[in-house]
């Protein structure tokens, strides 16, 4: 299924842009121009109040690229505000909002939800303190036009029925085990350590100069069919792919 371009799903983009120190930029830049390029033959279809346009519409049909900036002006700011009240570590809310819209760039396998305006389910496993940051940040979040459910994993056995499971480094010692939980299931899963993806993971998020970086095991997630987006796999720090190795 072919994904359709929104200020949601491009919001991914404009955050990891927005947040990317000045020496990664250069590195960046190529890969978000191919992402662009892709989003263009989709801007027509967005509607003029995602957009933002008023008396410059004829303006903004001309012009695609000017018409997305605005989208992403307006995109990248909504994750933050609802946090602002209260003090949250920096990289507790990039985490945060990077879990709320990933998800835009994955689709899950067939019959993974029960009924289409079932929740996605996302999972936190280890720090309780990240979900209530994640509940806060995702509250207003529609990937695929689904609401996020946050739910605090307590057991092992709560694990079933998670869209996405999210591991903290607190888990190092239970990767093995618990990946293989969720083996054959619908389950995406996510970490943030460097050895997170050689355990089976799908996706691991890192920082570096407090810049939000993500890695993906390509293999785990086309193993549970899972199909992730060559958008998302252009912005990523490093993609792990067997089938690349196989044919070199």
């Not at 996302?122 to 990937?143: H, K, M, Q």
């Not at 996405?164 to 990767?175: A, D, K, M, Q």
Request: net charge positive; with cysteine; hydrophobic share 40%.
């Amino acid at each position: 299924m072919r994904l359709r371009a929104s200020a949601a799903e491009i919001q991914l983009i404009c955050f990891i842009l927005r947040i990317t120190p000045k020496s990664k930029v250069v590195t960046y830049l190529p890969r978000l121009f191919g992402v662009f390029v892709s989003l263009g033959s989709n801007t027509s279809r967005t509607s003029s109040r995602q957009l933002v346009v008023s008396s410059h519409r004829t303006r903004a049909r001309r012009n695609k690229t000017t018409a997305g900036l605005l989208v992403f002006t307006i995109a990248i700011t909504s994750p933050f505000l609802a946090v602002a009240q209260e003090y949250v570590p920096a990289q507790s809310r990039s985490k945060a909002a990077f879990l709320a819209t990933f998800p835009n760039f994955v689709d899950w396998p067939d019959g993974a939800f029960p009924a289409p305006n079932s929740p996605l389910v996302a999972c936190v496993l280890g720090d309780f303190r990240f979900g209530t940051t994640l509940a806060e940040v995702s509250r207003d979040a529609a990937p695929h036009g689904r609401r996020i459910s946050v739910r605090w994993i307590k057991n092992d056995e709560q694990i079933h029925g998670c869209h996405i499971l999210f591991v903290s480094g607190s888990e190092l010692s239970r990767y093995s085990k618990v990946i293989a939980l969720v083996q054959g299931t619908n389950t995406f899963t996510v970490g943030e350590t460097p050895n997170f993806l050689s355990a089976g993971g799908m996706l691991s998020i890192s920082f570096e100069n407090e810049a939000v970086q993500f890695e993906v095991n390509l293999g785990s997630a086309r193993d549970a069919h899972f199909h992730v987006s060559s958008r998302l796999l252009a912005l990523a720090h490093r993609v792990v792919d067997p089938t690349e190795s196989t044919r070199n």
